[in-house]
């Protein structure tokens, strides 16, 4: 355990992520606060522990991947308690500028380099390391940590020395979160007028606007399948940190504000745990569209 990497959130985009700096040869030790996940990691052949303080206490660098602000307080304040000035953390979380801005006063004040590491892509491109890497803070520390973020992703990014990493991974979302909607005005003012669902896809596949966004989506959503990469849930926490960001930095958001109203609909009429893309079925069913049968 001494000197290893102390990997916290061992989640569907964690467990990969540690598993990829695990098989390029880094010593990395995972803990969870869930029991099964830690258990999945020890079946992936991941160390993990259940005495997080000892982990922290022997590491130089702390990583976690968690999935809302609340968590990431908690850790920062166990990281303040018992790591080590000097150490550094590494932050892969989608998280508010607030509560990341006051994380990292409060890592200052314990001298712990703090980088906002944000990552573009799902689960899928986890486990394929294709992640896209966004960071920012400590310039130096970024440098020195290009070999962590290899293991996750070809490409990485430095983009200043505050929440810069954050509002990026923001601004790329509602662009993801806008395409859908996107597809779901364009889909079903297609089916309305009598366009075939498979023949609308082979076509948008093929055309301009066939962004790669798209075509990972055109796969599963030809065959409407909604099976999440990332769920409905998932995006409107995600939209709700955007719309809230907006706020902050007087930017109107109304094209984003709309699509937050399609994810509560979505998932007011069950669709929560579906893919985001069932927003579709929500502008469907306005447009009193039957099912697709294939």
Request: proline share 2%; with cysteine; charged share 20%.
């Amino acid at each position: 355990m001494d000197n290893a990497i102390a990997f916290v959130g061992l989640g569907k985009m964690g467990l990969p992520m540690a598993l990829h700096l695990a098989n390029a040869g880094h010593a990395v030790v995972g803990f969870d606060p869930s029991a099964e996940r830690r258990t999945l990691a020890d079946h992936a052949a991941l160390p993990v522990t259940s005495a997080v303080d000892e982990l922290i206490k022997s590491s130089s660098m702390m990583i976690s991947s968690l999935p809302n602000d609340e968590a990431l307080e908690q850790v920062s304040a166990l990281l303040c308690r018992s790591a080590n000035a000097g150490s550094i953390y590494i932050d892969a979380s989608t998280v508010s500028l607030e509560a990341s801005a006051r994380v990292a006063q409060e890592l200052a004040h314990a001298g712990i380099t703090y980088l906002r590491c944000t990552v573009s892509g799902n689960n899928v491109m986890a486990e394929a390391a294709k992640l896209t890497i966004m960071v920012s803070g400590d310039q130096p520390a970024f440098e020195a940590c290009k070999k962590i973020f290899q293991c996750w992703g070809e490409k990485s990014f430095y983009l200043g020395d505050g929440e810069q990493a954050r509002l990026m991974k923001l601004a790329i979302n509602l662009m993801i979160m806008l395409t859908s909607g996107m597809l779901a005005e364009a889909l079903s003012l297609g089916r309305k007028g009598g366009l075939e669902w498979s023949d609308m896809w082979q076509v948008i596949d093929a055309s301009a606007v066939g962004s790669p966004i798209v075509k990972a989506k055109a796969s599963a959503l030809s065959k409407r399948d909604f099976t999440a990469t990332f769920t409905v849930e998932q995006m409107r926490k995600d939209v709700g940190l955007i719309l809230d960001a907006g706020k902050m930095l007087n930017v109107p958001l109304g094209l984003t504000a709309l699509t937050a109203q399609l994810l509560s609909s979505a998932s007011a009429q069950g669709y929560a745990g579906e893919d985001y893309a069932a927003i579709i079925k929500v502008v469907e069913q306005a447009a009193n569209l039957s099912e697709v049968t294939l």
